[in-house]
């Protein structure tokens, strides 16, 4: 598959399109930012685990019926995805304190929740992604309740099975990020699965094995990234 206009660039990946109006070419980076993206670095090969650990799991959430925008891998760092229509939504899934929400309500990192807790963020950076209701996300039009019951419905269930799969390799599933789209008239899961986007906590040490070794200078970082992508193929 050969790639032809760049149509978008973000902080970790970039879109081309391909001679298939319908598909696209995912490309990622090793660029790494946090705090709204003032903080920058690289974290060396992070695009590589992060394109194969996104492309195995997305395979995982396949097999158990969530729709995704995954179609293969191309290659190291490239995988081909649906052209998505991106719901301005990003749902942050939580099952134990950490990160925002522990900053936003005063709470300790490491409380497990006694049932996920889902959270929406209206994607906007000149806002810097403020936490929304689905009030809101009516007012805003920016997806309709239908389609919230719909991501909802899919990020519980694929909480469960993320959780379920992470156990087997001694990884706790603390949080995580998820974006949907429309393709076709459907709901389905978009972007990637990674530890740019999780929370992932070594289940017997409680050490960190994602970005936030990157976010707090906590070092190790390419170590944490590919200790992942390690206990991700181990299974």
């Known amino acids: 598959m050969t790639k032809l206009e760049k149509i978008y660039e973000g902080k970790a990946k970039i879109l081309y399109t391909t001679k298939k109006p319908h598909l696209l070419i995912q490309y990622f980076k090793d660029d790494a930012t946090a705090f709204d993206a003032t903080k920058r670095g690289t974290i060396l090969?992070?695009?590589?685990?992060?394109?194969?650990?996104s492309a195995k799991l997305f395979e995982l959430l396949k097999n158990a019926g969530?729709?995704?925008h995954f179609v293969r891998l191309l290659?190291?760092?490239?995988m081909l995805v649906k052209k998505v229509e991106i719901i301005p939504v990003e749902v942050t899934v939580r099952n134990i304190t950490a990160g925002g929400m522990s900053k936003m309500l005063g709470l300790a990192e490491g409380i497990k929740l006694e049932k996920p807790v889902l959270?929406?963020?209206?994607?906007?950076?000149?806002?810097?992604?403020?936490l929304i209701n689905d009030?809101?996300?009516?007012?805003?039009?920016?997806?309709?309740?239908?389609?919230?019951k719909k991501i909802a419905r899919l990020s519980l269930k694929i909480n469960e099975v993320l959780k379920d799969f992470f156990a087997k390799v001694n990884v706790t599933l603390v949080d995580f990020k998820l974006e949907f789209g429309r393709f076709k008239g459907k709901i389905i899961l978009a972007d990637e699965i990674?530890?740019?986007?999780c929370r992932f906590w070594d289940s017997s040490t409680g050490e960190k094995?994602?970005?936030d070794r990157f976010r707090r200078d906590l070092?190790?970082?390419e170590e944490a990234y590919k200790e992942m992508y390690k206990r991700i193929f181990s299974i």
């Open 66 to 68: 969530v729709p995704i």
């Open 75 to 78: 290659n190291d760092r490239e």
């Open 119 to 130: 959270e929406y963020h209206y994607k906007n950076d000149s806002l810097h992604d403020p």
């Open 194 to 197: 990674s530890p740019d986007t």
């Open 209 to 211: 094995l994602d970005k």
């Open 219 to 221: 070092g190790n970082i």
């Open 45 to 53: 090969e992070k695009g590589i685990y992060n394109n194969k650990i």
């Open 135 to 148: 009030d809101h996300i009516q007012a805003l039009k920016l997806a309709t309740e239908k389609e919230m």
